[in-house]
């Protein structure tokens, strides 16, 4: 009897597609559509969008940060005041950073430390653990109707992975973390980027446009030629990428034109290192730039419909967190965002030109399929926190 084929490692399926890909045999399209300008300007479309995006995870905090008993960090994740906190117990917990008694922040967003075991609020003293619990207040025989073990801090979904803090701004019990990162969340982590893996830069700034003119400028890399023609287009193949869809999440990869060197697959795809970028986006907001020996990754929260903040890190995985130098480090972060300010700057200029009423909608080519799969994602995240 005859023996099963044996099956394609993963390294040697991509290996097959790039080739495919690039010889043009098998170059991924889908039919060219519109994306209409009020996606990115209309203010109750901006709302609704906010309410959903607080519903899924979005990366925070570096996590080396918060690795101690009590470490903490006020940070705000998508307009939630959040408090980060590493407790007694060596669990990390995010709570809503809002005293339970009036509403005020317990500490300041932006502020952050270590030793911490109680947080005081500076209304009235009502004091909580760094677990969350509310373990003391002044005149507590005065609040009969609100029993202290139902005064504790509001917790929210929280979970330390790829070197990064990610929250969910909802108090949603049992949330899946494994199932949202799924089988991308695992590729990434088998490259090295688990508990072992460090963030070496991190830079945070107000973005003048919509979040998702940020997106669609880094799902496609039609316009690397062009726009990135002074810093990296020299390094890829012009308009080739091999994508998948996952869920809600892509994965795109980026050949180089070192990739005509390999003449057969890496046994892993750690091997591809020199030879492709691999854009890990993880459905809404985030985006992993897999750059061989490191991840170049940032994070968006929409302001209002025309500004979005952006959290940049520079993340190394646990086999390379001590073998390279800080000015390794430093270069390539630097050689990563002057790319990508080069796409930020023009999501400004466009953000600027959407009400001229010039276009009724934004065109995305055969070849842009992967900003058409993105804004139908957007679209059925807001069918489903209307239903």
Avoid at 59 to 67: M, N
Wanted: aromatic content about 10%; proline content about 6%; hydrophobic content about 40%.
């Amino acid at each position: 009897m005859n023996a099963p084929l044996p099956t394609p490692t993963p390294a040697a399926a991509l290996f097959d597609r790039v080739k495919a890909a690039l010889a043009d045999t098998q170059r991924q399209r889908q039919p060219g559509t519109w994306s209409p300008v009020e996606r990115y300007l209309d203010p109750r479309r901006h709302d609704r969008e906010l309410a959903a995006l607080r519903r899924l995870p979005q990366a925070v905090a570096d996590a080396a940060a918060l690795q101690t008993p009590g470490d903490w960090l006020a940070c705000s994740v998508h307009g939630v005041p959040v408090l980060l906190t590493r407790g007694v117990d060596g669990l990390l917990r995010a709570f809503i950073n809002v005293c339970r008694h009036r509403g005020a922040a317990l500490v300041p967003e932006g502020t952050g430390g270590q030793g911490r075991e109680r947080f005081v609020c500076p209304y009235h003293s009502w004091t909580y653990g760094n677990h969350g619990a509310c373990v003391g207040r002044p005149h507590d025989h005065d609040f009969p109707h609100a029993p202290k073990d139902a005064s504790g801090l509001v917790e929210l979904p929280c979970e330390q992975r790829i070197g990064l803090v990610w929250v969910v701004a909802a108090a949603l019990p049992g949330f899946d973390w494994n199932a949202w990162f799924g089988t991308l969340g695992e590729e990434i982590e088998a490259l090295g980027f688990d508990a072992g893996s460090r963030v070496h830069r991190h830079r945070h700034f107000v973005q003048p446009s919509n979040w998702k003119l940020v997106l669609d400028a880094n799902l496609e890399s039609y316009h690397f030629a062009y726009a990135h023609r002074a810093t990296i287009a020299h390094l890829f193949h012009d308009n080739v990428v091999v994508h998948d869809q996952v869920g809600a999440h892509q994965r795109i990869v980026l050949p180089k034109r070192s990739f005509g060197e390999l003449s057969a697959p890496p046994a892993t795809l750690e091997g591809f290192a020199r030879y492709i970028n691999t854009i890990y986006f993880l459905f809404p907001s985030t985006l992993l730039l897999w750059e061989g020996d490191h991840i170049n990754a940032f994070a968006l929260s929409p302001t209002d419909s025309a500004s979005t903040r952006v959290d940049g890190w520079l993340i190394a995985p646990h086999q390379h967190t001590h073998t390279r130098s800080d000015s390794y480090w430093q270069r390539n972060f630097d050689l990563f965002w002057a790319a990508i300010d080069e796409d930020f700057e023009l999501a400004a200029s466009m953000q600027r030109g959407l009400a001229s009423g010039a276009n009724a909608a934004l065109c995305f080519g055969e070849n842009e399929f992967a900003c058409a799969a993105f804004h139908d994602a957007v679209q059925r995240m807001l069918d489903r926190q209307a239903e």
